[in-house]
């Protein structure tokens, strides 16, 4: 049986938060297309609030914990991501950015993503647009065109009010998630953290002689 | 084995008084602390080069022609010589006039230096660090070994007839290491030219510093210059002690939480357990750098970073005098203990004119039986 492996990313700062709520909702419907086509998936979900310090302290020594690098690690090379933050002052929470921002700028070059955002209300949505999908298309991720966010209201609307009801919405973003982690072999590759650049020379390579 | 002191020269407020010292003060400091080291047994003083505030050190050599007046055995270095923004000609004559003014005892540590202003304050881009540090070093190995040298690059001006003065002492380059946190073209250039790579070791979690340091050796033996168990490596490192731990922790603890590079982060205690940092009886630190061999191989420098943070004079004197006279004797002992005959010792002037006349006279054996 073919497996993958994606990883969840919730940004929420409460406990219970609607963002961790949003992402295991896009988590499971992912899993189900995936298992629908036959592909067993192993999910990691990770709570940015259990390593706020963690990422702090990155941020201010440069090197990750050992806790914090292992989480990399699974993020970074997982076959998908779906990275869902609250919206705060009209963009991605600090801690969700600052936990890109330990990242490095290579580490998810073409990695399916999949953003959520969740707001107290629907004026916000566009956050999804205007923050969330150019800082992922900078670092060279692959993001679905469906973006999910929920506004508070969006938790009482049933599926049968409207075409782009949340659970429909879900379920597009899921679908196009699923079909992108079918074929991503990124949980199965091995980096070479010593790769030097191609064409590489330790005595130069600009003619100096 | 070689022992010794690392300082990046930085001009700190002591938090726990909140005095500066001057940078006047500073300066003196640290040619009082490089004589230190000398007075205690150690082997080895490396001074950082920066050009930018609170850091003093711009004009390294002068600093270390002073020390070396004022000492006997001492062996200067640096950590780092910017190889990035500095002219490697000017750099071939520098430090071939310390070389003769301290009658060899000089070596240097390379680094790219990490401060982005610095690049364009010396005419230069940091995005071509890498290209900058490769050609700028091809180019100083040159002016050191050849005579009259013709060159021409894509960063600095074209050579043609020109000879660095003075020549290197006895015809032998200064030993040249290269420092590099997480760059394998760093590791691969010191694996390269059979030169020396350094680990700072302060910063990161050592595992980090143990892969970088496994591939510069796996790289020294390929490019032939011995097993990879003989490359020549360096390690950084961080202590403070007191007889009793609990008291090296009470000291400590205001410099650590206010120190320039890691403070208001992590704490103290975690820091000490992802980084070598130790803090605590002067046993705990034998026992810490004695397993280092452990993780990284037998190897040949290792350096102590004492005398940063704003920690005033008297404080830098007292730990380098408690390393000196109850670390370092003991970790001489513990590294001595079956390491392997053919792992070099740490590179000097006297072995490199050595392995010159050795390879001179193989070189003439060779001849003499062709004929």
Redesign the interface.
């Known amino acids: 049986m073919t497996t993958r492996r994606i990883a969840v990313l919730s940004a929420g700062l409460s406990q219970p938060s609607s963002t961790r709520l949003l992402a295991d909702r896009l988590a499971q419907a992912t899993l189900d297309r995936l298992a629908h086509d036959g592909i067993e998936t192993t999910v990691d979900t990770v709570e940015l609030r259990d390593l706020a310090h963690d990422v702090t302290n990155n941020l201010l020594t440069g090197f990750a914990s050992p806790r914090l690098e292992a989480i990399v690690e699974r993020v970074t090379s997982a076959d998908g991501l779906i990275a869902v933050t609250p919206i705060y002052t009209t963009s991605y929470s600090g801690l969700f950015k600052s936990f890109v921002d330990v990242l490095d700028p290579q580490a998810i070059t073409g990695l399916p993503v999949l953003i959520g955002a969740t707001g107290g209300s629907e004026r916000h949505s566009l956050a999804l647009d205007y923050a969330m999908r150019p800082l992922f298309s900078y670092l060279h991720a692959v993001v679905v065109p469906t973006g999910v966010y929920a506004a508070s209201g969006d938790w009482g609307t049933g599926a049968d009010a409207s075409a782009s009801a949340l659970p429909d919405r879900i379920e597009r973003a899921a679908g196009e998630l699923a079909a992108l982690v079918r074929h991503s072999d990124r949980s199965e590759i091995v980096r070479d953290p010593f790769a030097l650049p191609a064409g590489f020379s330790p005595v130069g390579a600009f003619g100096a002689q | 084995m070689q022992f010794g002191i690392f300082t990046v020269g930085d001009v700190t407020t002591d938090p726990t008084n909140g005095s500066t010292p001057t940078e006047h003060q500073r300066i003196k400091n640290i040619l009082t602390i490089a004589q230190k080291v000398e007075e205690v047994g150690m082997d080895v003083f490396a001074l950082g080069e920066h050009h930018n505030p609170p850091f003093i050190p711009s004009s390294p050599t002068t600093m270390l022609g002073y020390i070396a007046a004022k000492t006997e055995k001492l062996l200067l270095s640096t950590a780092t010589t910017l190889i990035t923004t500095n002219d490697p000609v000017k750099i071939a004559e520098d430090y071939a006039m310390l070389q003769h003014v301290a009658d060899g005892r000089v070596d240097l540590m390379m680094g790219r230096g990490n401060t982005g202003p610095v690049y364009p304050w010396f005419g230069k881009d940091i995005r071509e660090g890498i ?1 900058l540090a ?2 700028n070093y ?2 100083l190995q040159r002016l050191w070994k050849e005579d009259v040298v013709d ?5 600095r001006t074209p050579l043609q007839g020109f000879t660095s003065t003075p020549r290197p002492l006895d015809g032998v380059a200064p030993f040249v290491w290269h420092g590099s946190i997480r760059t ?2 760093i ?3 010191a ?3 059979g030169d020396g790579f350094f680990a700072n070791n302060i ?3 050592k595992e ?1 510093y143990m ?2 340091i496994g ?1 510069y050796r796996q790289r020294f033996e390929h490019y032939g210059h011995g097993t990879a168990s003989q490359a020549i490596v360096g390690l950084g490192g961080q202590a403070f002690m007191r007889k009793n731990s609990q008291d090296a922790v009470n000291e400590f603890r205001p410099y650590f939480d206010n120190a320039p ?6 704490t103290l205690e ?2 000490a357990e ?1 980084t070598p940092l130790t803090v605590g009886s002067p046993q705990q630190v034998i026992d810490r750098y004695a397993s280092m061999r452990e993780y990284f191989g037998d190897y040949q420098r290792q350096l102590f970073l004492m005398d940063h943070a704003g920690l005033p004079l008297t404080t830098v004197l007292e730990q380098i005098d408690i390393l000196g006279e109850e670390v370092v004797p003991v970790l001489r002992k513990e590294f001595a203990k079956n390491r392997p005959a053919d792992v070099p010792a740490g590179p000097t002037h006297e072995s490199l004119v050595a392995a010159r006349d050795a390879s001179l006279l193989a070189a003439d054996l060779i001849k003499a039986e062709v004929k």
């Open positions: 290209p490769i050609e091809a180019l060159w021409s690059g894509k960063f394998p073209e590791a691969e250039q694996a390269f030219y910063f990161w979690p980090h892969r970088l591939y590079v890691y403070g208001h982060g992590p975690e820091f992802q």
